[in-house]
């Protein structure tokens, strides 16, 4: 499911955009992300009602000067599900970026700096990884440890890992010849002095703007996966839970909670994509 | 040059294989709950009669014995038989990657045909069509699969009744009109991805110093964009096509779900839910051979249309 | 140019979330909208030819193999088209069915084959044929799930050529309940020796004597059922093909019985869309008796609910109204018994007369806070076993920690895998650190003995919690062996009212048998007996 981050990314470098700022799109894109963190880390208190506190007889309700978005199969206010949702699915793409950003540049730096056999194996390993199809990872992951947000973030970070390491191995290899890293070998700095002062500051904004698409993917991905069930459980407010309560209700013909939950997730995905564009259009510019 | 290619292909394959039917079974023995339950579908049964039946599954031998009992039939092509339905998997599965293979066939001829139709429009000719497609793909590939399915079920299925909404149907005309909804739903944002790929891919070639040249020089543009622009585009959009549709196989599960389609997706979830290992097992196969031969097939394509490029090179 | 697509995209998104704003949602009004149907046991017979129909079920068809069917779709699927020697009739009474029963003393069951009844195949069924097929039941070797039932059979001897007697250890009247069920299901010795490890699966397939014969079965696409030209018992069948098909899912199953994908099914769970299929003109909704009982099983007492008072308060503060509207849309019933109403297959007067005597269990908060008080239970802790993927067990669960929040008791539910819920009912390892679990479950037969016996018994498959009542036991022992059906009645209406106030199991609700199917069809059972007894004989076009 994550094999389109490589194509994307490519597009994305394709089509970036002549300016180093980042242009109206790029200042939505900010606003959104900004609101969806505020939500995130403030979402349950901002919440009017409480998210997981429903009546029978409002199920299915629609909009009213009370519940903004009306109320969800279980008479739950929508509103407030959206908002107490924005911690899991956020929160959960955030530790799998960070976890595959991070497993994936220490093997890329590792495969890059030594190179030979180490290049060889590391890159072997990749290989088949990158065959392991993630929905099996995932499904693996919740028969293990009982279907959760933890599994799916591990299994998920699993599944990007390779992309990572292959991205960024290149880019550290081209770093490597740089003729100032020679210099500094000379000069007797250790290994890891010159990897942590030098290599990866100057690779950070290429992991930024790398970082900032694969959120993007991972936002779509957890709520994919709790969508089959894989991911976050009921009742626990999610949106890509939230479709999957609410499934029912279009054949009703209220399909507002699932709408708006699934909005919330194409919203933040745009988003993302547009900053993670902006950035590595604004990265390679500088070159 | 092309044999080590392939061997290291196949070897890779090979080891993929091996990594991951033993990370199955430590999964699949790791966690909690008995294989057997999924006979009894939640009713109580006598612990003696499930006694019976774990020995006859061989599910109360220690963990490498029977890791070796499934590897050792498996090579010899004997991929054991599903717990639940007492069936043989490769049956079992043959019948459902039916379903999944032509679900995705259908959704990569839509992802090629409008996709890089789409694309190519949309690069030759800038103005508004280019514009349209621009908002349309960015909104479209960040659209989840499970969201396209439920919308279009919701108009097409319940609001104008033009196409059923479910199961995958018997014939091949049935097959057709069952598998459309989701086969859309699958492909959408694919072909969002892709048209952007070749729009943009065009662009490149076309504002290349050469082909601008050769057009100023009164060169026939339609001559100057085959030979040239076309020609050069064709090898990102291939790759990028391909590893879309490889893709595809593993996102499959998400539209099988949602269309209630027996397809291998949907089947290894509820295998691996309930944990009839010999049925995780010859999906997690089916799987990884689909994804290392369709990348195959991508990489072949690129060395065919990039003579600079040779297989062997571009594996590594 | 340079195009800024991205804020265009916004906006595009913006409007199309303003265009579902304005779209939909529910008005206040039709809140407390509720159709209820009087319950039928069957609905009216249909007179004309129809090519097919499609009838959904809730799972995949893991079996065919009566001695391994357990769950509804294998159920379903068996008793379209394998009969038993005696046959469960729509109102839950047994009556002849391949054999006819007869007793010449306490310990001697004969079954006269009837002669005119033949295989799919033409052939004859034979004495051979019906103690082969008891005999692989009660093998305790192939680990058939019905085994422990023929406990007190000793011996099955053909008698003659259409003649099978059984000797019994003890005098047993429920045996015939179990042999009108599953546990009876007449099967052709030849056929299941050939096909070997093969019988009952998608390749070996099964031969029966019912009035639809099996014509294919795909793993992923379904059973395909004809309708038998050659039907012993009275007509062929006016359908003449019916596809049983897996859709679990309760959003498809709406769908497509809206648009005539399938034309009928059985809904054992909860189904929040029943209303939007009252209200449609294609479909019509029936109700029926049932077996069912949700519930919760107490599998330890060494928690809070080790104590009577305890179990009795947490049944007193159940909102079972709020889960009857709410969760089955009316469909269920608040239980007066822990047996179900559709039970009572037998004397059935009696058993009525003394459940209007006996009362529903209605909420009375009052009483429940004193019992727990009256423990010191106060503050305790219930660790309930749950799962949120099937709806009337999340739905129950939420009702049960309301009950006991307005108690001051607390409750801590474990959510697994609706897959792993299953293990809760089979592995002791599951159940460990639970004091109780949530279930929806139901007897073989129309019996309220059925149930209770299985529950109070010390060898009973769902005594989790290895409860020991001594009256319970004893009454259990008596209706077993009591040849009168009204005085059997009654030594189970006393095990019933004991039961309720010994709560191994607190009941939630009684939900009822429904039935969807499509108006151009009518004639399919509408109770609990389809379970076990045909259910499609009378189905066809109207």
């Avoid at chain 2, 960015?138 to 989840?144: E, K, L, T, W, Y």
């Avoid at chain 2, 064709?234 to 998400?254: C, D, E, N, Q, Y």
């Avoid at chain 3, 909420?363 to 660790?383: C, M, N, W």
Wanted: net charge negative; hydrophobic share 45%.
């Amino acid at each position: 499911m994550t094999a389109v981050i490589t194509a994307e990314a490519s597009a994305g470098k394709l089509t970036r955009a002549r300016s180093s700022r980042l242009g109206i799109p790029g200042v939505v894109a900010v606003v959104v992300l900004v609101l969806a963190v505020a939500a995130a880390i403030a979402g349950p208190y901002l919440a009017p009602y409480d998210p997981s506190a429903g009546s029978p007889s409002g199920a299915w309700l629609g909009p009213s000067s009370g519940h903004l978005l009306g109320q969800d199969v279980q008479g739950r206010d929508v509103a407030s599900r959206l908002l107490a949702g924005a911690r899991s699915s956020m929160l959960g793409p955030l530790i799998v970026v960070v976890l595959s950003l991070v497993m994936g540049s220490v093997l890329a730096l590792l495969a890059a700096w030594r190179r030979g056999v180490v290049d060889s194996i590391i890159s072997s390993t990749m290989d088949i990884l990158f065959a392991f199809p993630g929905i099996l990872l995932a499904a693996l992951a919740a028969a293990v440890l009982d279907a959760g947000l933890w599994p799916a973030v591990i299994a998920l970070s699993v599944a990007y890992t390779p992309y990572v390491a292959r991205l960024l191995r290149g880019v550290f290899l081209r770093e490597r010849e740089l003729p100032y890293v020679a210099a500094a070998e000379i000069q007797g700095f250790s290994a890891i002095t010159i990897c942590l002062r030098h290599l990866i500051p100057n690779v950070l904004p290429v992991m930024v703007a790398q970082g900032t698409l694969l959120f993007g993917y991972a936002v779509l991905d957890i709520a994919i996966l709790s969508y089959l069930g894989l991911g976050i459980q009921p009742p626990s407010p999610d949106w890509g839970v939230m479709v999957s309560e609410n499934q029912s209700g279009v054949l009703q013909s209220y399909p507002l909670p699932v709408l708006s939950a699934g909005c919330c997730v194409v919203v933040v995905v745009v988003a993302m994509n547009i900053l993670g564009e902006r950035l590595l259009g604004a990265k390679d510019n500088e070159r | 040059m092309h044999v080590p290619f392939l061997l290291k292909r196949f070897l890779i394959l090979l080891a993929t294989l091996l990594v991951a039917s033993f990370v199955i079974f430590s999964a699949m023995f790791l966690a909690p709950g008995k294989p057997i339950a999924a006979l009894t579908g939640g009713r109580s049964v006598s612990p003696e009669a499930l006694a019976v039946l774990e020995r006859r599954y061989q599910l109360d031998e220690p963990f490498l014995t029977q890791y070796w009992n499934w590897l050792s039939h498996a090579v010899r092509g004997d991929l054991g038989i599903s717990i639940a339905t007492r069936q043989e998997v490769s049956e079992l599965i043959a019948e459902r990657s039916g379903i999944t293979f032509a679900l995705v066939l259908y959704a990569s001829v839509l992802i090629v045909v409008i996709g890089i139709g789409l694309g190519m429009l949309a690069g030759l000719r800038p103005g508004r069509l280019d514009t349209a497609l621009i908002v349309a793909t960015s909104a479209a590939a960040a659209i989840p699969p499970f969201l396209s399915a439920i919308v279009l079920t919701m108009i097409f299925a319940v609001s104008l009744g033009w196409l059923p909404a479910l199961g995958a149907g018997d014939g091949v005309v049935e097959r057709v009109e069952h598998l459309t909804l989701p086969a859309v739903a699958l492909a959408l944002s694919s072909i969002a991805v892709v048209a952007r790929v070749t729009r943009a891919s065009i662009r490149k070639e076309a504002g290349r110093e050469h082909v601008q040249t050769a057009i100023s020089r009164g060169v026939p543009r339609r001559g100057v964009i085959t030979r040239h622009v076309l020609r050069n585009a064709a090898i990102p959009i291939t790759t990028s096509t391909g590893i879309t549709i490889a893709s595809l196989i593993a996102v499959s599960a998400v539209v099988e779900t949602a269309f209630s389609l027996n397809g291998l997706g949907q089947y290894l979830i509820v295998s691996s839910n309930s944990k009839d290992l010999a049925v995780v097992q010859g999906i997690a196969l089916v799987l990884v051979l689909a994804f290392v031969l369709l990348n195959l097939l991508v990489d072949i394509a690129y060395a065919i249309l990039d003579p600079r490029v040779n297989l062997g090179a571009k594996a590594a | 140019m340079l195009v800024q697509p991205s804020v265009r995209s916004l906006s595009t998104i913006v409007l199309i979330a303003s265009l579902a704003l304005a779209g939909c949602g529910r008005t206040p009004d039709d809140a407390d909208r509720e159709s209820q149907e009087t319950l039928m046991e069957t609905t009216p017979v249909g007179t004309e030819n129809v090519p097919s129909a499609v009838w959904a079920v809730n799972g995949d068809i893991k079996t065919l193999d009566p001695m391994y069917t357990v769950d509804y779709p294998g159920s379903t699927t068996l008793s379209l088209m394998c009969e038993s020697l005696l046959t469960t009739l729509p109102d839950g009474s047994i009556g002849p069915g391949v054999a006819e029963l007869s007793r010449p003393d306490e310990t001697t069951v004969v079954f006269d084959i009837d002669p005119d009844v033949r295989f799919w195949d033409g052939a004859q069924v034979t004495a051979e044929d019906v103690v082969y097929s008891l005999d692989r039941q009660r093998d305790p070797a192939l680990g058939g799930f019905y085994s422990a039932f023929f406990d007190r059979v000793d011996s099955i001897e053909a008698t003659g050529p259409q003649q099978v007697t059984v000797k019994l250890t003890e005098p047993d009247y429920w045996l015939d309940g179990e042999l009108a069920s599953r546990a009876g299901v007449v099967l052709q010795k030849k056929y299941v020796e050939d096909r070997g490890e093969s019988f009952g699966t998608s390749s070996g397939g099964t031969m029966c004597t019912g009035s639809y014969s099996l014509e294919s079965w795909e793993p992923a696409t379904g059973i395909v059922a004809r309708a038998n030209p050659d039907y012993w018992d009275g007509e062929t069948p006016k359908v003449e093909q019916i596809t049983i098909k897996s859709v679990p899912d309760e959003a498809a199953l709406t769908s497509s019985l809206l648009t005539g994908e399938v034309d009928g099914t059985y809904r054992p769970a909860s189904m929040s869309t029943l209303d939007q299929l009252r209200a449609s003109d294609d479909v019509e909704v029936f109700q029926g008796p049932s077996y069912n009982t949700d519930a919760l099983i107490v599998s330890s007492l060494d928690g809070p609910l080790g104590d009577e008072g305890v179990r009795r308060a947490l049944s007193l503060a159940l909102d079972r109204k709020g889960i009857i509207e709410s969760v089955y849309r009316g469909a269920a019933s608040t239980p007066h018994w822990i047996a179900n109403p559709g039970t009572f297959g037998y004397a059935q007067d009696v058993f009525e007369e003394a459940y209007q005597d006996a009362p529903a269990w209605e909420q009375d908060l009052e009483e429940a806070k004193a019992l727990v008080k009256e423990a010191g239970a106060e503050g305790k802790t219930i660790t309930i076993g749950m799962t949120r993927g099937l709806a009337q067990i999340a739905a129950a669960a939420g009702a049960y920690e309301a009950a006991a929040a307005s108690i001051g008791l607390k409750v801590k539910l474990k959510a697994v895998s609706t897959e792993n819920f299953i293990n809760f009912f089979i592995d002791p390892q599951a159940r460990i650190g639970l004091d109780a679990f949530l279930t929806a479950d139901y007897p073989d037969y129309a019996d309220p003995a059925a149930f209770i016996a299985t529950i109070v018994l010390p060898n009973g498959a769902r005594n989790y919690a290895a409860l020991e009542d001594k009256q319970l036991i004893e009454l259990m022992g008596k209706a077993r062996g009591t040849a009168d059906p009204d005085e059997r009645a009654r030594i189970v209406i006393d095990a019933l009212n004991r039961f309720n106030e010994v709560l191994p199991w607190i009941p939630l609700v009684q939900p009822n048998t429904v039935l969807v199917m499509n108006r151009k069809l009518t004639g399919a059972v509408s109770s609990f007996a389809y379970m076990s007894g045909p259910w499609a004989a009378d189905l066809g076009g109207r």
